[in-house]
């Protein structure tokens, strides 16, 4: 039996919480009041002095569900800057959405606005040198965060994985899409990955920009100059949010801390979407231990067009322990699955680059967003809802009875799993 055979579709009930074919308008503000239920504000304050960041109130969020809500959306504010334009991105690969930020980043420059661009080493080598050379000539500084042929072995494992816009220093994007093609349309087919990004105004748009700061600060010797204004931020809507970034050190890590808060706060509901799952042995045993105190524990990754074919294998080598313990597997069938998001009992959600595995948690920089606003959880709980019903369920039974092929796969990345 391959890892295929089982997989079963997903009922027409699977989404308990929405009627079939119902969705909120993905690209609406969502400014209403954030809940300030007692159990709310004990999370709120659980993160705050756990990961020692303060929550913002008055921001407004705007969830943007794949490339032809996120890449006009992107596009639109960069065209719109006066000031700045702050952009810092893992992937930036091929093809005409490419070319597309190209043009409109060298033209910012050439009309006087500072743009600055932060690549990472490894995940955007496979942009074209054209592009390069036409934001360069147009005065767009660009910056790369540890090439590795400048690095010890040690620092090229630490990747930036972080994806940020800051136009003007009052609006922000962040979230798991990269510059390429593979995230243009609508994930209609395996050609167009489905993915989720948000838009910030509000306070939390400093913390964003805080994580560009932190990067650019190691690549740059400028950190900032006349065009930055720090202004107030004014309050645009009703979303308390807190901004926690991660970065590559030794010991636990504030993204570790975060995730386990979200797990052990949960009451009724945890749902994972994530395009990478390759946790350690804490956090599935975390995972196992929510379930089995009653939580409804559900995860939602990637099927048969993962690009990541041994991440997924560092994944499955898990299934049966989180089956056996009442944890939910689905695999979504359409396309790449590359989103990044939690949501914890219909109030409270996580969106940024973090992936649920070692990489993400451990060697690399990375951003997420702890958001609590029942408006915007709601949108992003009716998107796992639409998703969950185009996915398969792993059942238990058939998984048991895998091919003995499958299992020796699963094991032969044991030696590679904590660097996946």
């Not at 002095?49 to 109130?57: D, N, W, Y």
């Not at 690549?119 to 147009?138: H, P, S, V």
């Not at 939390?204 to 950190?223: I, M, R, S, T």
């Not at 050190?249 to 395009?275: C, K, N, P």
């Amino acid at each position: 039996m391959t890892p295929d055979d089982a997989v079963r579709p997903a009922p027409a009930s699977a989404s308990a919480s929405a009627p079939a074919g119902a969705t909120a308008p993905a690209a609406a503000p969502r400014a209403a009041a954030a809940p300030a239920t007692a159990a709310v504000q004990r999370l709120r304050r659980r993160l705050e002095r756990l990961i020692g960041v303060a929550a913002t109130e008055g921001n407004e969020l705007i969830p943007l569900r794949n490339g032809n809500e996120i890449f006009p959306a992107m596009l639109d504010a960069i065209r719109s800057a006066e000031h700045s334009v702050d952009m810092m991105t893992f992937v930036y690969w091929r093809g005409q959405i490419a070319r597309d930020f190209a043009g409109e980043l060298a033209e910012r420059a050439r009309a006087g606005v500072r743009v600055r661009l932060l690549l990472d080493g490894f995940g955007a080598k496979e942009i074209e040198q054209e592009l390069l050379d036409t934001m360069d000539g147009a005065g767009v500084r660009i910056a790369w965060f540890r090439k590795p042929v400048w690095l010890s072995p040690f620092k090229q494992n630490h990747r930036c994985h972080r994806k940020a816009l800051i136009v003007d220093e009052q609006t922000a994007f962040t979230g798991g899409v990269g510059i390429a093609q593979e995230w243009c349309g609508d994930a209609r087919e395996p050609g167009e990955w489905r993915d989720t990004h948000v838009q910030v105004r509000g306070p939390a748009v400093d913390g964003v920009a805080a994580a560009f700061a932190q990067n650019w600060a190691e690549c740059h010797d400028e950190l900032y100059d006349e065009h930055d204004r720090f202004a107030e931020q004014p309050r645009c809507g009703g979303s308390v949010v807190q901004v926690v970034r991660g970065s590559a050190s030794i010991g636990w890590q504030d993204m570790q801390t975060l995730i386990r808060v979200m797990l052990t706060s949960a009451e009724q509901r945890f749902r994972l979407t994530t395009a990478y799952f390759a946790p350690d042995a804490f956090f599935v045993d975390l995972l196992c231990r929510t379930a089995r105190r009653g939580v409804r524990v559900e995860i939602l990754l990637p099927g048969p067009h993962i690009d990541q074919r041994a991440c997924r294998l560092a994944g499955q080598h898990h299934y049966t322990t989180l089956l056996e313990a009442g944890v939910s597997i689905r695999q979504y069938q359409p396309t790449m699955m590359h989103a990044k998001i939690i949501t914890v009992d219909s109030v409270a959600s996580l969106i940024g680059s973090t992936n649920f595995n070692r990489r993400s948690m451990d060697h690399d920089e990375e951003i997420m967003l702890a958001v609590l606003d029942e408006s915007f959880t709601a949108v992003l709980d009716a998107d796992f809802d639409e998703d969950a019903r185009r996915s398969a369920d792993i059942d238990p039974a058939r998984w048991r009875r895998r091919a003995v092929v499958q299992r020796v796969k699963e094991a032969s990345v044991a030696p590679i799993r904590r660097f996946l």
